[in-house]
């Protein structure tokens, strides 16, 4: 097949187009962010050594032209926030008190629907598990590898390789345990790692994704994967931030290994441990791709954000995917305040 260039030529303009606009945005950014500023310095510095040399006074900062300054800076900012989250957020809360076709209040009535309709409970039911097991098991086992790998040899490698699903998108790693789960009919040879490992121990292969509740469980297990690096990285920096002292002490009083991870080492990593708790609750509220990728939301494995697009998107009924939008903020909102107080009795105490 010969290349016809006139034909593709649309398409390398287009590329051509992005490129520019790739170019621009990127130098537009350098100027504003180190050659203005730069200049501005050596300004301000040829004006010192100047009033240095001449013994005039040091010329003073302007309050005012500095306030204006620092609101250059920020209006970029200010701008991409309003433009991007409170304008779509005071939309969206507007959009949930109205129809299908937005052009009639209907006060809570999409609210309402939400706790009646029962797929919906289902779906909320089901982030609820995920809200509760995400968070714990993947804490749980990224403070088992950070207490088992802390000073073992080829902790690095080890802390790599156990850091590493971090680095594969979710939708990437939902692709990967779906051949994991993958399931081909009685009599063929089975390809999914847990059903040929279930064959060799002599029972029958299932379709996993298909048997609820079972299937959100085996969900759980990708995010589980994913975030137990993130876990592990955090922990394993604030174990190794206990002063060597403290730990030397509990050793000279005979405490036993058990009795050092309790009364030692679980203390010392409370703030890290709520930060990687909260951190994982708020990113399991969110939690879309791997579902979407997996199951599309069908078998009962639906959760608040893959429901969300799908009354919006799919259904024809922005009302009810702004609801359970609306709602999933409120969710997220008291865990928010949670870690900023938390964060700030830290910065006081």
């Known amino acids: 097949m010969e290349f016809d260039f006139a034909e593709e030529q649309p398409k390398f303009l287009m590329l051509m187009y992005g490129l520019i606009a790739f170019v621009a ?119 088992l590898y950070a207490v088992l790998v802390d000073k073992a040899r080829l902790e690095a490698v080890a802390k790599s390789l156990i850091f590493l699903p971090m680095a594969i998108s979710f939708v990437g790693a939902s692709i990967i345990w779906k051949f994991v789960y993958a399931y081909r009919g009685d009599g063929q040879e089975q390809i999914g790692l847990l059903n040929q490992i279930v064959v060799g121990l002599g029972g029958e292969p299932k379709q996993w994704l298909l048997e609820s509740p079972l299937n959100t469980i085996l969900l759980i297990v990708i995010m589980v994967w994913i975030q137990a690096g993130f876990a592990m990285v955090v922990l394993s920096a604030a174990i190794k931030a206990i002063p060597a002292d403290i730990v030397e002490a509990a050793r000279l009083d005979g405490v036993s290994p ?69 709602f999933l903020f409120v969710l997220v909102i008291p865990i928010v305040i949670y870690q900023i107080r938390n964060l700030r009795q830290q910065r006081e105490g």
């Open 25 to 143: 945005v990127v130098g537009g950014l350098l100027l504003l962010l180190d050659v203005v500023p730069a200049w501005f310095a050596r300004r301000r510095e040829a004006q010192l050594i100047a009033a240095s040399a001449s013994g005039a006074p040091l010329p003073r900062r302007r309050k005012q032209r500095e306030g204006l300054f620092a609101l250059f800076f920020l209006l970029p900012t200010l701008l991409l926030l309003t433009v991007g989250l409170v304008v779509p957020a005071i939309r969206t809360t507007l959009l949930s008190f109205m129809d299908a076709d937005s052009s009639n209040w209907v006060g809570l009535h999409n609210y309402s629907w939400m706790f009646s309709e029962d797929s919906i409970i289902r779906v909320l039911v089901n982030t609820l598990v995920w809200v509760i097991l995400v968070p714990l098991v993947a804490t749980s086992f990224g403070l």
């Open 258 to 326: 058990w009795q050092m991870f309790w009364q030692i080492t679980m203390p010392s990593i409370r703030p890290a441990l709520i930060v990687v708790v909260v951190t994982l609750s708020i990113a399991t509220l969110k939690v879309f791709d791997i579902v979407r990728t997996a199951t599309n939301g069908n078998y009962d494995t639906g959760v608040i954000a893959n429901a969300m697009y799908d009354q919006a998107f799919r259904y024809g009924q922005p009302g009810q995917g702004s609801a359970l939008a609306v």
